[in-house]
């Protein structure tokens, strides 16, 4: 089993739509959590950063950290064809990456 | 500069060739990562340098790849006689110290080997 698994899609949503990523991991001891975008033949930049377990939100994106079920979640709210692009889980204590999810958002 | 900076954005060589790959950390980040990203695929570690500390060799695939940082800053990755599995994208990354800190991409090196 991976230490990090995460669908690879590729996602596709309308303009608008509310968009739901995952990863499950496998080390009960990783503390930090980060979501990392990656446009096309760019390096990822950070999205979104967590400590622990809870919610986090900055403005239309939400993530999610579930210790007990050793799951993270991303959510987009009010998809915008801007968003399009892939979307990297990360355990920053471990530097474990994820496989990256495609997301499409078509206007 | 204000970001990562890798160079040469892309690289073309010929199986059995040497390449060199540099990355140009942030200024006063004291980590640096390499790894590689195959087509469709995650991140995949390579080697992490944190100060003046022995580097974590752990995620290079074959003694073909080395790298090394001069004077805490500039870092070289080495792929030694290439080959076509090495095609992939080689993302650097620094950031301020190991652990919870946010790492910077550099825009990678599109390593194309034929």
């Known amino acids: 089993q991976k230490e990090v698994e995460q669908d690879p899609g590729p996602l596709s949503v309308p303009e608008g739509a509310i968009v739901s990523l995952n990863c499950t991991y496998s080390?009960?001891?990783?503390?930090?959590f980060m979501w990392y975008r990656q446009y096309s033949r760019k390096g990822p930049e950070l999205l979104m950063y967590?400590?622990?377990?809870g919610n986090k939100e900055d403005g239309r994106f939400t993530a999610q950290v579930d210790k007990s079920s050793k799951y993270i979640s991303l959510f987009i709210r009010d998809s915008q064809p801007s968003d399009s692009a892939t979307y990297l889980c990360?355990?920053?204590?471990?530097?474990?990456f994820g496989a990256g999810t495609r997301l499409t958002v078509k206007p | 500069g204000a970001g990562v900076s890798q160079s040469p954005s892309n690289k073309v060589t010929e199986k059995g060739k040497d390449v060199e790959l540099r990355c140009d950390p942030i200024s006063g980040h004291t980590a640096l990562y390499w790894y590689r990203q195959s087509l469709g695929q995650g991140l995949e570690f390579l080697i992490y340098f944190q100060g003046n500390s022995a580097p974590d060799k752990s995620g290079l695939p074959s003694d073909r790849f080395s790298a090394e940082r001069t004077g805490g800053s500039v870092s070289t990755l080495t792929i030694q006689r290439t080959q076509q599995e090495d095609s992939a994208v080689y993302l650097c990354a620094s950031s301020e110290t190991r652990g919870q800190n946010i790492q910077y991409f550099g825009a990678g090196t599109r390593l194309s080997v034929l």
């Open positions: 990360a355990m920053s204590d471990d530097m474990r």
């Open positions: 080390n009960s001891a990783f503390q930090y």
């Open positions: 967590t400590y622990s377990s």
